[in-house]
């Protein structure tokens, strides 16, 4: 095929420009290394994209979702579960789905910014439970910079003292909200430990950016800068060094290597003119996600590595999990026709539960933290779930109308978040048929839970109708069974997909080292959740951040000493 191949020689080539990548390019660019980034989207930046003032009433559809916004019209996430143009495959009996952002920043413009810190323990869960494997890493290796984030970014929380969900550099929390200050009564009447949240945005003035002035529309990106996304936060200042060349709508088909096993750089698709492009570089950083990072790997096969690239071990694909997740909602009678108060506050929870059990005395291993939601959000199409599930509720005209302010505001949800071991059932590999209009062979996913996920996710759902009892609620929905899998969401759908190109000691066992950098090809490193060893039950970015700032010292420190 007929390649255009750039004359410029690049220190750094990163792929993907969303947590891992923007992380990456901010912290080479100040340690002086010439970057180039490859972007399959196109530009998106909050303080000129964001819809985050538009009322949904300001459309026919009422914000309500559209095949291309799953999450809502006025959601700020270009992508989605299907990717025109962009297939992926399932093995016979699989269900999994895969989302993906194509644009600037990638799921950073939407995400729900909760931004959790693992734990000691949850970098060594094999010592501790003999099951999975430890990382090569622990917790103080990898607190330097969980703190550096946080001064960066800036994120809200609480100090707790709790050991395995260690505290951070934290702005003040906002207020709880009328409704959960009900869950915060009770979760302490049920022994639920129940805090403030943590997300990434911030409270008070930060680092030239203004405090959150809570409109609670932070899935919509935020126009004044209050809130986490890799375009405002890293890729805006790496930009400003003048080090970082921005290859936007620019589709990676391959890591290419030379005689001596190094890699060279990166071939993609122009996608505006079609054309096959190569851009050269010293050090290749792939950020493209778990999956999609991997599928780079297998893809860039030579005739020194036949099994793809990094991939010796046979591991890449391998260790895919995602976040266990259950929901319940119910309808609380003490807050129907309420008091109108404002509820004002951050487009997420104000409180969450980490994980507050011991699991020796339960028949699963590993936990789960709860996230959750309820009052008074803007509403749009299809909202509250239909009135028909409100007791008496429904009918027409001015009826229906009060039924919907009587009960608006009145139901509380919760959702569960769990670790899920890896298994040698979940994985991704190359479909041996199916190609994208690129002609690039796609990924085909495998999947099946075990005992473990389906016995934590029974748990969630009792803990959940437990809570929902306390406050005096109705659930909506009857416990669903153990043949409906007590719940659980699909493979893939709570959208916190990692492993696939895990970290290790052992080359034989691993993909990468430490320090996120290939075995077979001291050139090349990943960073975004590739490289994750376990789950863990905490929301992944806080970490894939800090990682990836270790990582790029790791790479400058290298480059200095003349290594790389
Ligand atoms: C609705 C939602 C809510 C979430 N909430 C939370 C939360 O509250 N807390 C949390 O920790 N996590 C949350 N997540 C997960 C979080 O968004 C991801 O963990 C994080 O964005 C992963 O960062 P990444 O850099 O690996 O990938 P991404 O952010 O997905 O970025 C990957 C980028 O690579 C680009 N790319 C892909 N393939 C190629 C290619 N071949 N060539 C060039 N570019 C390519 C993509 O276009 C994209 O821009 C949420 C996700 C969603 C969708
Ligand atoms: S709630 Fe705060 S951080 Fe979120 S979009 Fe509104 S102002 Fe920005």
Not at 303 to 315: D, E, I, K, M, Y
Not at 387 to 407: E, Q, T, V
Not at 421 to 430: G, Q, V
């Amino acid at each position: 095929m007929l390649q255009t191949r750039s004359s410029q020689q690049f220190d750094v080539c990163i792929v993907g420009s969303g947590a891992g990548g923007g992380m990456t390019a901010y912290a080479l660019t100040r340690a002086g290394a010439r970057v180039v980034m490859l972007e399959a989207g196109p530009e998106w930046w909050s303080t000129k994209n964001s819809t985050m003032l538009l009322p949904n009433s300001a459309s026919p559809r009422r914000g309500g979702a559209t095949r291309l916004r799953p999450f809502g019209e006025f959601d700020a996430c270009d992508g989605g579960w299907e990717v025109e143009g962009e297939p992926y495959t399932r093995a016979e009996g699989t269900t999994f789905d895969w989302w993906r952002a194509r644009m600037l920043g990638g799921r950073t413009n939407h995400w729900g910014r909760i931004s959790l810190r693992f734990g000691p323990d949850d970098f060594r869960g094999k010592s501790i439970d003999g099951l999975g494997d430890d990382w090569p890493i622990g917790y103080d290796d990898v607190k330097p910079f969980y703190d550096r984030v946080d001064d960066l970014v800036g994120i809200f929380g609480s100090v707790e003292g709790l050991r395995n969900h260690p505290d951070g550099h934290f702005h003040p929390p906002p207020k709880p909200r009328c409704y959960e200050l009900l869950v915060k009564k009770a979760s302490d009447k049920l022994g639920v430990t129940c805090i403030p949240a943590r997300l990434s945005v911030i409270t008070k003035p930060h680092r030239g950016r203004p405090a959150c002035h809570y409109c609670g529309q932070c899935n919509r990106g935020c126009a004044v800068n209050a809130n986490f996304s890799s375009p405002e936060i890293l890729l805006r200042p790496a930009l400003a060094t003048g080090r970082l060349r921005l290859l936007t709508n620019a589709m990676a088909r391959e890591v290419t290597v030379g005689p001596n096993g190094l890699a060279t750089g990166v071939s993609y698709i122009d996608k505006a003119t079609g054309e096959d492009r190569h851009v050269r570089a010293s050090i290749v950083v792939l950020a493209a996600s778990a999956c999609e990072s991997a599928r780079l790997l297998l893809n860039s096969k030579s005739s020194q590595f036949p099994q793809g690239l990094a991939n010796t071990s046979g591991v890449v694909g391998k260790h895919l999990t995602d976040t266990t997740g259950t929901d319940v909602a119910g309808f609380i009678p003490s807050m129907v026709d309420h008091v109108p108060h404002n509820e004002d506050g951050v487009g997420g929870g104000h409180v969450y539960m980490p994980w507050w059990l011991d699991n020796k005395k339960l028949d699963f291993p590993r936990g789960y933290h709860i996230e959750v939601w309820g009052g008074l959000g803007q509403p749009s199409y299809g909202f509250m779930g239909g009135i028909h599930r409100y007791p008496g509720a429904g009918g027409y005209g001015k009826k229906l109308k009060d039924d919907y302010r009587r009960f608006y505001g009145a139901t509380i949800g919760f959702s569960g978040r769990g670790e899920q071991l890896p298994n040698d059932d979940c994985y991704c590999d190359l479909d041996p048929r199916v190609v994208d209009q690129w002609g690039i062979p796609v990924l085909r996913f495998h999947w099946k839970w075990t005992d473990h996920e389906y016995n934590q996710v029974k748990h969630m759902q009792e803990t959940f109708r437990a809570l929902i009892a306390e406050m005096g609620g109705q659930v909506f929905s009857p416990m669903p069974t153990r043949e409906q899998g007590y719940g659980i969401a699909a493979g893939g759908r709570i959208i916190h997909e990692l492993g696939c190109v895990r970290m290790g000691a052992d080359p034989k066992t691993s993909a990468l080292n430490g320090w996120s950098q290939a075995h077979d090809c001291k050139n090349l490193f990943v960073t975004d959740g590739g490289p994750f060893v376990t789950q863990c039950d905490k929301n992944p970015t806080w970490t894939i951040l800090a990682l990836a700032w270790r990582t790029s010292d790791y790479i400058a420190e290298q480059r200095k000493q003349g290594t790389l």
